[in-house]
Structure formats: C-alpha cells, structure tokens
C-alpha cells in the first residue's frame, strides 16, 4: 500500500471515529437533558427511532415547562419546545384524543391563520399544529410546534392517539388533567400511585381510554 493510500485510509478512520464520537457526545447531551430544558425556543431532540409504523404514541404537554414530551411503550422517545395558550386563551387541561388531522389547514376564529400539520383535540378548534414557538404561551390555546416537528409527529400518530395537558410532570397534576392508572403507562409512570391519586381527586365513572379514543374527554378535576 502506497503512502497516498495509508493517509485516505487514516484520514478515513479519522472522519468516521470523529463522526462517532460527535454522535455519542449528541446521545450523552440528550440524556442529561431528557427534559429538555436547555433547549431554545423552536429546538426540540429526539431519543431514539421513531419511524412510522412502530406503535402508538402518546404526547404529554407540560403547561409550566412548556414543553412536550412523546412517548412509545411508555419510553420518551422526544422532547420540544412549544408555544401554548396565553392568559384569557388557556389552553385547556386534560386527556385528548386526536379528532383529526389535516396537513393543509387555516383557522376558522382567527383571521383564516396558518396551522400546518394541525391535529385537532376539541371540538372549539384546540389543536397541536407548526407554528412560532417563543419563550412561553404565544397562541389562542393551541399547541404550537416547531415546524419540522409537527411534521414528524404527524407521521407518526393515527387519530384516537392520546394527548395529555397537565399543567406540569407530577403526578398530582397529571391525575387532576385525567391521567389514571390505565393511562399512566403510555407516559411512563407508576400505575399503582397515579390510580390511587386519581381515585381521591376525579370524579367516579371516567371513561375508559377506549372511550376516550372513540372522541370522548375526560372532565379536569379541580385543584385543591
């Protein structure tokens, strides 16, 4: 082997140990921020394969972070940034089936606004969809998304798909936005603790997350 070949080869390993080592430095950073709250306005990380035709996902909308956080088998598979509701356009709290869906879609309220990628959650309007993602609420009670997001995302999920709000992570909060112990799992948490903490704040003779995916929604249970 020549001298010219030795150095392609070297600088090949160079290029491709390089390479590795840059992606493990990426997974090493997205693992101590699994929240994701060293992320910009409009950055958002995903964890791990997430192509379409893996299973359901479920979405987890944290009010106080704002952020959203998706999930697979109850494994976080990514994490965003987002933009929600502002003072007197709240966006609402609950457990949401995704009603629908339309790539291509302009507001009916709003002076006919942009909603790529739009996957409704009430039948008001409220809904997941691409749009200018700012340091804290910014929309009339949808969810905005960063816009290359919102389109993986709706490659990945099918109408009846769950989308919980819950003002923040905790597991109070989550049963008081719906979250029990059928549920818990799909977001990665304890289905014994978030059944009984369900049973003591939500009203008896919640739906079933079969009920929910045929459209209907949980009533929010009212804070202490």
Not at 174 to 183: E, Q
Request: overall charge neutral.
């Amino acid at each position: 082997m020549n001298g010219v070949a030795v150095g392609r080869v070297r600088a090949s390993w160079f290029v491709f140990a390089f390479a590795a080592l840059s992606f493990a430095g990426d997974a090493m950073a997205a693992a101590s921020d699994a929240d994701g709250l060293e992320l910009q306005p409009g950055q958002f990380t995903w964890f791990a394969d997430a192509q379409p035709g893996g299973g359901p996902v479920t979405v987890l909308v944290n009010l106080r972070d704002q952020r959203a956080y998706l999930y697979r088998d109850g494994q976080r598979i990514a994490v965003t940034t987002v933009s929600t509701g502002v003072p007197g356009h709240d966006t609402p709290i609950g457990v949401f089936p995704i009603m629908g869906k339309e790539k291509v879609h302009h507001s009916n309220r709003y002076d006919n606004a942009p909603m790529p990628f739009m996957q409704r959650l009430t039948s008001w309007g409220h809904a997941l969809h691409a749009g200018t993602v700012r340091a804290g609420p910014a929309s009339h009670g949808c969810v905005r998304l960063p816009a290359q997001f919102a389109s993986q995302l709706y490659s990945l999920t099918q109408p009846g798909d769950l989308v919980v709000i819950s003002q923040d992570d905790s597991e109070q909060a989550l049963a008081r936005a719906g979250v029990d112990g059928s549920i818990a799992p799909m977001l990665g948490a304890s289905a014994p603790e978030l059944q009984r903490i369900a049973d003591a704040v939500l009203p008896r003779g919640q739906p079933s997350p079969a009920e929910l995916a045929g459209g209907m929604t949980r009533p929010v249970a009212a804070s202490p």
